[in-house]
């Protein structure tokens, strides 16, 4: 069996990775494929390096654009690659316009996409990400939905053939990769930080960083805050924030540290040892509560509902009294905070990449992974 995976950013990396690690250990070997949709070093190539993944087959090479370029350039690429190589299936992972692209070459070639954390929706189609996830859903063969909530998801849009539940791989990675980060990562020390003792911040998606009012909210935010934060920055966030004329006001805010992004162990230790995270990002709320840390999600609405339903998570949007308010509580309600961060990981034992590899396995032995027909009705 010759299995492609197809990726092309940092959550993306992280999340295959303990499937490719899965099918090693069964002897196949797999097909890299990397479309460089995060081009810069520190947001892609580092997580390869230190999650010690085999070396890349193919660099595509993509880079950024609009949406409909940086998608139409990773299909083309892409297509190019699945003919050369002929792969029996591709594997794809979340909802980024490089999953998008990887499932409609790969589908249109008649090889069978399999959708690692199929099923998650926001019910915001407005989310250029609603949109890959949706039309990757409806193009993939085989979908593993991580929850019994997305599968219902899957279900209600007529997806019902081919559906495993076997829990997210972002577990199976922080449960492989936290302690390794706790030994090897010195970012506490240089950043001055003491364990609890500061917020960790993310925010880039487009909703909140392509809008000067929302951006502007976001920094109104940042300078209202009360405590130490450290706030890991992407490339395109500090290019709105110059645009937009607001980097000075956040490069003087007196207890942020803002900071390149970063590798994956060093971020995962910052992740661990926060007092709290406010975030914008997916993944990121899944992690948050596997470590055990409250989260104030920068959102009004999430494709990981389960975290909230759970309660380690409170969607804040960019309400800077809402969001400063849930921070205050946390610093001064020993049981609240207690509750959120014991608050039950809904997402697995861990195991899923193992179950993903089984389930291809066993699908492709049984000469079942292809694409049919007749796929839905």
Known sequence: MKPAFVFGTRPEIIKLAPVVR?????GVEPLLIHTGQHYDYEMSRVFLEELELPPIDHHLEVGSGTQAE??????????????????????????????????LASVKLKIPVAHVEAGLRSFDRTMPEEINRILADHASEVLFPPTEETRKNLEREGITENVYVVGNTIVDAVLQNAEV?????????????EPKGYVLITAHRAENTDSRENLTRLVEMLEALQMR??????????????EFGLWERVSSIENLTVTKPLGYLDFLKLEKNAFAIMTDSGGIQEEAIILGVPCLTLRYNTERPETVEAGGNVLVGLEKERALGYLQRLLEDREFY?????????????KAGERIAEILLELYKKGELKVRSSRFI
Not at 22 to 26: K, N, P, Q, T, V
Not at 183 to 190: G, N
Not at 229 to 242: D, F, G, N, S
């Open 70 to 103: 940086q998608t139409g350039k990773a299909m083309i690429k892409i297509e190019r690659v699945l003919m050369e190589e002929k792969p029996d299936v591709t594997l794809v992972q979340g909802d980024t316009n490089t999953v998008l692209a990887g499932a």
């Open 229 to 242: 934060a450290v706030y890991p920055m992407h490339p395109r966030t500090r290019k709105r924030l110059e």
């Open 338 to 350: 207690r509750k959120m961060a014991e608050a039950p990981n809904p997402f697995g034992d861990g």
């Open 22 to 26: 899965a099918f090693i250990e069964r």
């Open 181 to 193: 980060a706790e030994k090897k990562s010195s970012i506490l020390e240089r950043l001055g930080l």
